[in-house]
Nanobody
Framework: QLQLVESGGGLVQSGGSLRLSCAASGLTLDYYAIGWIRQAPGKEPEGVSCISSSDGSSYYADSVKGRFTISRDNAKNTVYLQMNSLKPEDTAAYYC???????????????????WGQGTQVTVSS
């Protein structure tokens, strides 16, 4: 059973940066696409960024392109989301998800995952 634990959320001022981590245990992440999905109160989930298991290809939502960077360290069984130039509209609970049989675009567009973490809150003040 794959277990995912997010960390790194917090309160930051507009324009600031945070790095989220998604640490996996139970199974290796090598064969899973990993995505960061966020959900703000009263809004639908949004696939922010997803990274493939194989070639490192990635997908970014238009809302975060140029500001967020996803990366993975399979040796550490961890995926990261570097978030720069944060805006108040980035405020949300951020979840990492793992999916074995998907493309990164499909994973992010559908905000899908076979396994989910418990989430970490990101709050950006104006």
């Amino acid at each position: 059973q794959l277990q995912l634990v997010e960390s790194g959320g917090g309160l930051v001022q507009s324009g600031g940066s945070l790095r989220l981590s998604c640490a996996a245990s139970g199974l290796t992440l090598d064969y899973y696409a990993i995505g960061w999905i966020r959900q703000a109160p009263g809004k639908e989930p949004e696939g922010v960024s997803c990274i493939s298991s194989s070639d490192g290809s990635s997908y970014y939502a238009d809302s975060v392109k140029g500001r967020f960077t996803i990366s993975r360290d399979n040796a550490k069984n961890t995926v990261y989301l570097q978030m720069n130039s944060l805006k108040p509209e980035d405020t949300a609970a951020y979840y990492c998800a793992a999916d074995r049989d998907t493309t990164v675009q499909a994973m992010c567009v559908a905000s899908r995952g076979d396994y989910w973490g418990q989430g970490t809150q990101v709050t950006v003040s104006s």
